[in-house]
């Protein structure tokens, strides 16, 4: 297994420095601080801070026209450390947590609000044209939503809204429509969404969780972690409008702390908005409530239900804004039989999410939850089932398996992890060359009990043999060209979020060199190490900490990490149904059009099936309805 101290630290970077480029270096080194056990961040800092530095180095001796030019430590560092200020930030970390040089307060404006200046834009009469242009492009439901939430955030008035629409119906657009023309005008939009890859989708967005400090361990009175006076506080008071998207996925708990937060704040200098909803700021969620609720490990559906927004005491304040036209229909470019075509799936697609289609009990289910496929959309076949699939999904994969466009867009979906882990199993012995196994380093990060003999109730073996959802594994088998998910957050302003999908260019003993192939920064190499990852689970008294790189082959993914993907090929695996709301319509929401999109069901005698279930809580979608009537 791998072995932790500085000296490992030392290594990595001996390693990368032999191909990265000081701007990948500069971000390895804020990610090991941030995510890994360093005993000396200094230390590792002093090594190696001039190989942070080549480009630097270049960019003056290039203003000085003067190749020879050999610039002096002095002032190398102030420049190097205003770079990894930015880059701790975007990182959701601060680089005052770390003993590492300072700059000098009365001469540097990167003292003044950094998380401010951030948030405004350096064009706005670029951002304006952006703006008009965008503007002029909204639909009849778009323009009603933008009209009425502009209108709020220029007269300066409270307003709480939920933008409600299914894929296809432009609310990305919306948000990005609504961003630029308030940032146009010199005021400040706070783009959240509740998934990582969700926040890529908007210019300057981040998760909720990380722009908002929001704890991960919530109740009925947690707050966020803002303190009266902070950078980040003095931010919220200063924003004119907060977009939070995907956001039925996200438990009532997180608004709450928000909105708790958002009143201590924003009551210091005006009293009276500590009895306003979000401290009377304008705050706009957005999602589709057909779609995946928030997960409650081992929740009932009364569990679920319950930790909707629906259930808040927050609700009763929403103004309920609907998005109803498909714009994928709008296309002037679509043949009328396409677009009858397309008219027809859509229809079928909310069908699901609404509980409308026909629907037939089986054995002793309380409430009748079984559906009939389309035949067009199965694959039945009497052999290899698994192999099928991947043919349809991904066809002639030995000569794409290195395609950036070929790969980004396809994917087979799975209601669990270990048919996940099967599928992708499958696919990564057919990609060329020999895989490398890489072995985590598992250990009890803290425990809620002490006991003396933990090492002989819970042996390495036993750690090594856990395999938790949204985790890696112990054992790791990577080839270069194999397609791999990020599993956490490590700078969502390079595109570096959970669920942005990479492909390996190169294998390292301690680094691993990537490819972004979804998001913004499609193409960008990136350099990933191993971090310090925990998880915990009710049935054990301990937090495991696992050290392995934080990734997963993703050929395959489940339903949950499939939301907010954006597919043209679809292929869904169901070993066994679905077992809980939206995860269905999830799946099949993905495809774009009906040809894009293939079912694989398994009968329990191992045979092709064309009835699955389909599971939609009626009583969420019906609060949804009242708010909107």
């Given at each position: 297994g791998l072995l932790e101290s500085d000296n490992e630290w030392s290594l990595l970077f001996d390693e990368a420095i032999l191909s990265a480029s000081s701007h990948q270096l500069r971000q390895l080194f804020v990610t090991v601080s941030l995510h890994c056990s360093v005993?000396?961040?200094?230390?590792?800092?002093?090594?190696?801070?001039?190989?942070?530095?080549?480009?630097?180095?270049?960019?003056?001796?290039?203003?000085?026209?003067?190749?020879?030019?050999?610039?002096?430590?002095?002032?190398?560092?102030?420049?190097?450390?205003?770079?990894?200020?930015?880059?701790?930030?975007?990182?959701?970390?601060?680089?005052?947590?770390?003993?590492?040089?300072?700059?000098?307060?009365?001469?540097?404006?990167?003292?003044?609000?950094?998380?401010?200046?951030?948030?405004?834009?350096?064009?706005?009469?670029?951002?304006?044209?952006?703006a008009q242009s965008l503007l002029s492009q909204l639909n009849t439901d778009q323009r009603h939503v933008y009209d009425t939430i502009i209108g709020r955030v220029l007269s300066s008035l409270p307003g709480f809204f939920f933008v409600s629409g299914h894929g296809g119906t432009g609310k990305t657009f919306l948000w990005n429509t609504l961003i630029a023309n308030i940032r146009s005008k010199g005021k400040i939009v706070l783009a959240v969404a509740s998934s990582g890859v969700a926040s890529l989708l908007m210019p300057k967005g981040r998760t909720a969780h990380s722009r908002f400090k929001i704890p991960f361990d919530m109740n009925e009175t947690t707050m966020c972690t803002i303190r009266r006076g902070t950078m980040l506080a003095e931010l919220i008071q200063v924003s004119s409008l907060i977009v939070w998207d995907?956001?039925?996925?996200?438990?009532?708990?997180?608004?709450?702390?928000?909105?708790?937060?958002?009143?201590?704040?924003?009551?210091?200098?005006?009293?009276?908005?500590?009895i306003i909803p979000f401290g009377g700021k304008v705050v706009v969620l957005g999602g589709d409530f057909r779609q995946i609720l928030p997960v409650v490990r081992k929740g009932s559906r009364s569990a679920i239900v319950n930790a909707c927004i629906t259930n808040s005491r927050l609700w009763r304040h929403v103004s309920f804004l609907s998005l109803h036209t498909n714009m994928r229909l709008a296309n002037p470019c679509l043949p009328s039989e396409k677009r009858a075509a397309l008219a027809e799936f859509s229809k079928w697609v909310l069908s699901?999410?609404?509980?409308?289609?026909?629907?037939?009990?089986?054995?002793?289910?309380?409430?009748?939850?079984?559906?009939?496929?389309?035949?067009?959309?199965?694959?039945?076949?009497?052999?290899?089932?698994?192999?099928?699939?991947?043919?349809?999904?991904?066809?002639?994969?030995?000569?794409?398996?290195?395609?950036?466009?070929?790969?980004?867009?396809?994917?087979?979906?799975?209601?669990?992890?270990?048919?996940?882990?099967?599928?992708?199993?499958?696919?990564?012995?057919?990609?060329?060359?020999?895989?490398?196994?890489?072995?985590?380093?598992?250990?009890?990060?803290?425990?809620?009990e002490h006991i003396p003999d933990f090492d002989v109730l819970y042996p390495t073996e036993f750690l090594n043999s856990i395999n938790a959802p949204n985790f890696p594994c112990h054992k790791l088998v990577l080839k270069e060209g194999a397609m791999v998910?990020?599993?956490?957050?490590?700078?969502?302003?390079?595109?570096?979020?959970?669920?942005?999908?990479?492909?390996?260019?190169?294998?390292?003993?301690?680094?691993?060199?990537?490819?972004?192939?979804?998001?913004?920064?499609?193409?960008?190499?990136?350099?990933?190490?191993?971090?310090?990852?925990?998880?915990?689970?009710?049935?054990?008294?301990?937090?495991?900490?696992?050290?392995?790189?934080?990734?997963?082959?993703?050929?395959?993914?489940?339903?949950?990490?499939?939301?907010?993907?954006?597919?043209?090929?679809v292929g869904l695996y169901l070993k066994k149904p679905v077992f809980t709301h939206g995860q269905l319509y999830v799946v099949v929401s993905r495809a774009t059009s009906r040809e894009g999109l293939r079912i694989v069901i398994e009968n329990d005698d191992g045979s092709c099936g064309s009835c699955t279930r389909n599971v939609v809580y009626h009583e969420v979608l019906d609060a949804a309805l009242a708010a909107s009537s």
């Open positions: 005993g000396n961040v200094r230390a590792l800092f002093d090594k190696y801070w001039l190989y942070f530095t080549d480009d630097i180095n270049r960019s003056l001796t290039r203003a000085l026209a003067n190749s020879r030019y050999i610039v002096p430590p002095e002032q190398l560092m102030p420049l190097l450390i205003k770079k990894l200020t930015q880059l701790f930030s975007d990182s959701g970390g601060n680089i005052d947590d770390f003993n590492l040089p300072k700059l000098s307060a009365r001469n540097d404006p990167m003292y003044e609000n950094r998380l401010l200046n951030d948030e405004l834009d350096v064009e706005p009469l670029v951002l304006s044209m952006q995907e956001a039925p996925m996200t438990h009532r708990h997180c608004f709450e702390a928000l909105d708790r937060t958002m009143r201590d704040i924003l009551s210091e200098d005006e009293p009276a908005n500590a699901i999410g609404d509980g409308t289609v026909p629907v037939e009990k089986m054995g002793d289910e309380a409430e009748p939850s079984w559906i009939t496929i389309p035949p067009d959309l199965l694959i039945h076949v009497d052999g290899d089932k698994i192999l099928a699939l991947i043919t349809e999904v991904y066809p002639n994969f030995i000569a794409n398996h290195r395609n950036y466009d070929y790969l980004a867009v396809r994917a087979i979906i799975c209601p669990n992890n270990s048919t996940v882990d099967d599928i992708n199993e499958r696919i990564v012995s057919m990609v060329p060359g020999n895989g490398v196994e890489y072995i985590s380093c598992d250990t009890i990060s803290k425990s809620a998910m990020l599993l956490r957050n490590l700078n969502q302003t390079m595109g570096l979020c959970n669920g942005t999908r990479l492909l390996i260019s190169q294998l390292g003993q301690r680094v691993l060199r990537c490819i972004i192939l979804t998001g913004s920064r499609i193409g960008n190499e990136v350099f990933i190490p191993r971090i310090a990852l925990n998880t915990t689970n009710v049935k054990w008294p301990f937090t495991l900490q696992r050290t392995q790189f934080p990734l997963r082959i993703c050929y395959a993914m489940t339903i949950n990490k499939s939301q907010g993907q954006t597919l043209s090929t």
